[in-house]
């Protein structure tokens, strides 16, 4: 009977430290998105890249230190909404997730990136493009695409130089991503000798803009600049048709250089004047690009619309450096990440002292039967 006991006892002792052993073996990466709102299928498309990786990772078999570990993505809503950014990089802070991807919109991340910099939790965007956020000095935050310096410089200089514009007339939805790209456009179109005819704004939830447009049209600009999302980029471009501005170019950052622009512009003719900005290559010309988008479509059809590949080497990237450092502890592989080396699916990644991406790339597109196509 006494045998029996120790038996069970010993049973019982090999569970609980199995559990224990099971527990610490959890990786979680945390990935913060708007998932509701006008700008949920932005967030979905990054969520997808964020889990596939997680997905591919753990197929793979991840091991820290001898030890093998298991990835776990906690995934989070932001809204999109500065506020509800701040609180949901709270919670994961008191969730001790050993890292973040994320935040979509440079207006939640830059309150956000503070949060995770006080907890000591590294944060990898691959979508919020204020240079701001890598300019706050914070040793924990890591960008992985081109700034809006890169965006809003490239488009004023295709507009000056190759498409030839005199008068531009600017457009920005007051967030920290809108105003900011249109402030390095306004300021590079104007150094290239673009007049600068008007300058109006909105916000991130309008959709009725036949005021400002008609304030503008009045100005006989050749180009409208927007700084802003998809979301008012569509409506826009199709209040331009009906108020017969058929002929003016439209600038956009990546907010606008999406699939979804086709639908949210319901076919509008001045879809084909739109020229916009990624930062990063062309899936095409990425070193894994195509490979990896083959892929993506088929496990998420029709949900692919700009971040994913970024959201997918993010993660990849903060494994590599753990797997590096031996450890999943962020004070302990955040040194790692900072002098990290890594072949992703969009580029090769490494990190200026600040945070932010080497020899970042920048690609233009238009579109062209509905398409949205790279013109370099």
Request: with cysteine; proline share 3%.
């Amino acid at each position: 009977m006494q045998v029996k006991l120790n038996m069970i006892v010993g049973a019982i002792v090999t569970m609980f430290a199995f559990a224990a052993s099971a527990q610490e073996a959890v990786v979680k990466i945390g990935h913060v998105a708007p998932m509701s709102g006008g700008q949920a299928h932005y967030g979905k498309d990054n969520e997808n890249g964020a889990r596939m990786a997680v997905e591919d990772l753990n197929a793979k078999g991840v091991t820290i230190k001898g030890k093998k570990v298991k990835i776990e993505l906690m995934a989070e809503d932001d809204a999109a909404d500065p506020k509800q950014g701040t609180a949901v990089a709270t919670k994961l802070c008191d969730a001790k997730v050993n890292a973040v991807v994320g935040h979509l919109n440079s207006g939640t991340t830059l309150p956000a990136s503070k949060v995770y910099n006080d907890c000591e939790i590294p944060m990898v965007t691959g979508a919020a493009t204020n240079p701001k956020i890598t300019q706050q000095g914070f040793k924990y935050i890591y960008r992985i695409i081109a700034n809006d310096n890169a965006l809003g410089a490239g488009l004023a200089l295709h507009a000056a130089n190759n498409l030839k514009l005199k008068k531009i007339a600017i457009v920005d939805d007051r967030t920290a991503y809108g105003q900011g790209v249109a402030e390095v456009f306004k300021k590079t179109a104007q150094a290239r000798g673009i007049e600068i005819v008007a300058e109006e704004y909105t916000n991130d939830k309008a959709t009725d803009f036949m005021a400002i447009l008609t304030s503008i049209k009045s100005k006989n600009p050749d180009g409208i600049f927007y700084g802003g999302m998809d979301t008012q980029g569509g409506p826009l471009l199709r209040q331009m048709e009906q108020l017969g501005m058929t002929n003016v170019k439209v600038f956009g950052g990546d907010g606008i250089c999406t699939a979804k622009l086709v639908e949210n512009s319901g076919g509008a003719k001045t879809l084909a004047n739109v020229v916009c900005a990624e930062g990063g290559s062309s899936l095409d010309k990425m070193p894994g690009g195509k490979a990896w988008k083959a892929r993506y479509d088929a496990k998420y059809p029709g949900q692919f619309q700009v971040y994913s590949p970024y959201t997918y080497d993010a993660v990849g990237l903060i494994v590599d450096a753990m797997v590096k450092a031996g450890s999943s502890d962020p004070k302990v592989y955040n040194a790692f990440l900072a002098k990290e080396d890594y072949n992703g699916v969009t580029s090769k990644i490494q990190f200026e002292a600040d945070g932010e991406l080497k020899n970042p790339s920048m690609t233009l597109y238009s579109y062209k039967d509905g398409k949205k196509v790279p013109l370099n």
